[in-house]
């Protein structure tokens, strides 16, 4: 194993990385300390990892024993994806206008998003496995990638409009040349949010899975893919030539984001911050309905019947229970329905 292989795994705060020999593929897993958003130290991990892997094909030796075909990013947060950007560094930097600090964490985004985009300008292919919520920079991130397998019970959405921003790391770019420009704004201005189904259908999502077999869904992509990768990956490069998605062009996009942070009011920067205090709280996420909000779950919560139950009942300790005395049977869900009044 060479330096340059064994760089990939480096030490890292936030992010998490193994190889798969049967797949050939390096996984990506975002390990949020805090809320799973893009922090600042993820973004920098992140392309740090696949600046690694350039390195790695750029030194050319050890590509026998260990190949790299696949790029896989995923998450390591039960029921979710990445919730997008970090809302309580934007309040801050923007009550303080600081466009510099901004712009770099917009730069930060759009590096990622280009690479992962482009397949990091490798012979390889780009994968971004969803299972849960992707909203924001988390939906942006996940359309980067050369394929977006999802599972059905998945949500993914650009919500920004509703603290009066807009996706400025390349939610355009790349809806608009899915599905054309009328209906990537009508996504991007509606901030509504989308099952894994209804983006299936769209042509969003390339893949979708039964809940609870994403893995399966991604081995078996896989498995396919290698019998004519060759083809496929001229496919790929085909696509890029056809309808490029330029760093420039994410870079204007970007710009044009930090001027548009940097005007709102402290109305929007109320909102944002009750989206931070959610998100602290229960890792909110929102409904297919516009306007609603709920909790995503962890798969141990959705173990759990949270059924109402029948009265008169008896407790555990032999008590008669003759009405159910809570308002609420999440009371997580009482900070969610405030929040969103």
């Not at 984001?257 to 205090?277: F, G, I, N, P, S």
Request: proline share 4%.
């Amino acid at each position: 194993m060479t330096e340059q292989f064994r760089s990939i795994f480096g030490s890292y705060k936030e992010m998490s990385v193994r190889y798969d020999r049967n797949q050939e593929a390096i996984w990506g897993y975002f390990k949020p300390s805090l809320r799973p958003c893009f922090s600042p130290t993820i973004l920098k991990e992140a392309k740090t990892i696949m600046e690694r892997i350039i390195g790695y094909f750029e030194a050319g030796v050890d590509e026998e024993n260990f190949p790299i075909r696949y790029a896989i990013l995923a998450s390591h947060t039960p029921g979710v994806f990445n919730l997008g950007g970090d809302l309580e560094l934007f309040i801050e930097l923007i009550k303080r206008q600081n466009r510099e600090l901004l712009l770099e964490y917009a730069t930060d985004c759009v590096d990622i998003c280009h690479l992962f985009s482009t397949s990091l300008g490798l012979p390889i292919t780009t994968i971004s496995y969803v299972e849960g919520s992707a909203l924001g920079g988390g939906f942006e991130s996940a359309m980067s990638g050369n394929v977006l397998i999802a599972e059905k019970h998945s949500q993914m959405g650009l919500p920004e409009i509703r603290f009066n921003l807009f996706p400025g790391m390349g939610a355009y770019s790349f809806l608009a040349r899915k599905l054309g420009i009328p209906k990537a704004e009508e996504i991007i201005s509606s901030g509504k949010i989308y099952s894994g189904p209804e983006l299936h259908q769209l042509g969003v999502v390339d893949i979708l899975a039964e809940s609870g077999k994403g893995y399966e869904a991604v081995d078996c992509f896989i498995s396919k893919h290698r019998k004519v990768s060759n083809g496929m990956r001229a496919i790929q490069k085909v696509r890029q030539i056809y309808s490029p998605v330029s760093y420039e062009e994410l870079m204007e996009i970007a710009r044009v984001w930090v001027d548009a942070a940097l005007q709102l009011e402290d109305k929007d920067l109320k909102t944002m911050a009750r989206l931070v205090l959610a998100q602290n709280r229960g890792q909110m996420t929102a409904e297919h309905k516009p306007g609603k909000l709920h909790l995503v779950r962890s798969r141990q919560d959705r173990r759990i019947d949270t059924r109402p139950s029948r009265f008169p009942l008896v407790d555990t300790d032999g008590n008669r229970i003759l009405y159910d005395r809570r308002s609420h049977y999440d009371r997580r869900s009482l900070d969610i329905m405030q929040m969103s009044n």
